[in-house]
């Protein structure tokens, strides 16, 4: 069974500009998360999608960063402009409806300089 | 509300030393716990997990019990090797009404296996 796959694995900008990351959660996989990992710190979730539909998104900040799922399978992250801040690693991970148990992708890692 | 608290690190043992990372939670209802593992450079592997009270979770010579009278789940492997030097997450599943599950996470630990 194919994991979560994210790309691109890298990306360095500067700041004020655009990025955009991708998800394709694994097959069958209903709910789609995204976290922000800071070096040393854990992951604070983002955005949690439930199929096409968002579950939360207390935590994303709404007037720079956004996240689509348009048809219940991939996603996109966007963030536009960009802050020195928003230097970390960018992680999806999926779970089957109702289950507990996430699993991730291997990562975004971004820096802003 | 709910929380995760993981012993501080960082962690340096010897290879074939005994690990035991601790982690105790506080939850209003009845979680399932985690331990996930990230090596360095790469994403959040999920690495061991426990939906219920006695439960014990294994992988890969890693062990965990989920102790409902002390809230904990250790983190205990009786051998460690130097692959094993990475960062170590406890975390919980909350059990809300609804689809809105989420995981709330450790600090983390990392870990240092010298040969």
């Known amino acids: 069974e194919a994991g979560v796959a994210q790309s691109p694995r890298y990306k360095i900008i500067e700041k004020r500009q655009s990025v955009a990351f991708w998800c394709n959660p694994i097959?069958?996989?209903?709910?789609l998360y995204w976290y922000q990992q800071i070096l040393g710190q854990g992951p604070k979730l983002l955005i949690q999608?439930?199929?096409?539909?968002?579950?939360?998104d207390s935590q994303l900040p709404k007037d720079r960063f956004s996240a689509e799922r348009l048809k219940g399978v991939d996603s996109t992250l966007k963030i536009q402009p960009a802050k020195l801040e928003d230097s970390a690693v960018y992680l999806c991970?999926?779970?089957?409806?109702?289950?507990?148990?996430?699993?991730f992708g291997p990562g975004t890692r971004l820096t802003v300089l | 509300g709910d929380s995760v608290t993981q012993m501080e690190g960082p962690v340096t043992l010897s290879e074939e030393a005994f690990l035991t990372i601790n982690c105790t939670y506080t939850?209003?209802?009845?979680?399932?716990l985690f331990w996930y593992v990230q090596y360095p450079g790469e994403g959040l592997q999920l690495l061991l997990k426990?939906?219920?009270a006695d439960d014990k979770g294994s992988n890969k010579g890693f062990e965990a019990t989920y102790r409902k009278e002390t809230t904990s789940f250790h983190l205990e492997k009786g051998s460690v090797q130097v692959s094993d030097s990475a960062v170590y997450f406890c975390?919980?599943?909350?059990?809300?009404?609804?689809?809105?599950?989420?995981?709330?996470w450790g600090l983390g630990t990392s870990l240092a296996v010298n040969p």
């Open positions: 999608f439930q199929n096409n539909g968002v579950v939360d």
């Open positions: 939850a209003t209802g009845y979680p399932s």
């Open positions: 975390a919980l599943s909350d059990r809300p009404a609804g689809n809105n599950r989420k995981l709330i």
């Open positions: 426990a939906t219920k």
């Open positions: 097959s069958g996989h209903a709910t």
């Open positions: 991970a999926s779970s089957s409806q109702g289950g507990n148990t996430q699993y």
